[in-house]
């Protein structure tokens, strides 16, 4: 290992103290369209982020085993929701409890701790669906391990990727990140569905476990990541958890950048609706093809936003950005509820999964670089349970709204409400609004 790359002191693993985020140069023709792939120039960041690019597609062969295999054994939609919901408290918690832990110690070594943990709980999965245990309950105390490990080891993650790029390339690296996660998310799934019949459900939890082993080995090749020298040493504690909510409120472009979140998530994300919507507005063609086309079609534009990030990645108004971006996600989301055509609510829901690119990537730098580095890790906690929990609160609310007023009227209704909302907001407080790097 190249000893400039595993020096503990801090300050050798954080660029922008040979980097002060030049003005990056222009490129020409087709390539200011493409992805801004910068980052990948840094080592470090570079292992990062080819660990996920194994890992977005294993984590999702788990995310469709878990619940196939509960449907299988207990015939009931309910207990599939209810093993959701399983590992949605333990995510929320450990989550601000791991971002106080990658406060306060290496976050090198805390990924290491994590990753293998959620690892050796893949090997637990697979050898309970191997023995045919068939047990709802030893599936949702997995289930919640796997999210407990998976809560302490995003905040972590999330933290390190300003100590491995420069401020400048903040949002192309979160760029880079959001795309490959993206990909996983339709591919996954797809893969899961060719795969079952042929290996069996029980393989894609090994499979998953072998792509994590790919992660430890990048971790492990990671340069040490300490609290740096000036950071005083903390214990991670329910005090440590309160300081970074007050950090929160006595920062308003953190907490803007947060609520901007709650906003196109909680109002603008008609998920649940997507079944309704498939069997009744769109059934002349074909339920089936309906409900695959619109769960797959913003992350299908995500994708898309990513590949062609280098035309906004390079912005330094982040507060613009994130606003227009909730804005166009609001009006996406309007646009696909007044759709009659599968098609044209398609095209919307991309416009969407667009947005959603943009605001991940620009959210994410804001969170990165104007938080300090001791609180880095409790920023990106929040954070994680914000983009948890979001959308299965959307999930209730649209429900409900949908069984009262029609499915088409409470997503148009939701959009609008973004667009009025996130509008506001921004006219209230400048806070967002001046935010550039």
Known sequence: MDTSESSTDPQETDPREKDPSPVPPRRRGWRRWAMDTRPLRRPAYRRLWSSTIVTAVGSQLTAVAVPKQVYDITGSSAWVGAASLAGLLPLAVFALWGGAIADSMDRRKLLLITNSGIAVTSLLFWLQAVTGLESVAVLMVLLAVQQAFWGINAPARNASIARLVPAGELAAANALGSTVMQTGQVLGPLLAGVLIPVIGLAELYLIDALALCVTVWAVVRLPALPPLAAAVQRRAGVREIAAGFRYIALHKVLLLSFLADIIAMVFGMPRALFPQLAGQTYASYGEGLALGLLFAAIPIGAVAGGLFSGTFSRARRHGWMVIGAVVVWGAAITGFGLSGSLWLAVMFLALAGVADMVSMVFRGAILLS??????????????????????????????????????RTATVGGGLLVVVLMLGLAAAVPALRRYRV
């Open 370 to 407: 104007a938080a300090s580095d001791e609180m880095r890790g409790r920023m990106q906690g929040v954070f994680t349970v914000v983009v948890a929990g979001g959308p299965r609160l959307a999930d209730v609310l649209h429900g409900t709204a949908g069984s009262a007023f029609g499915a």
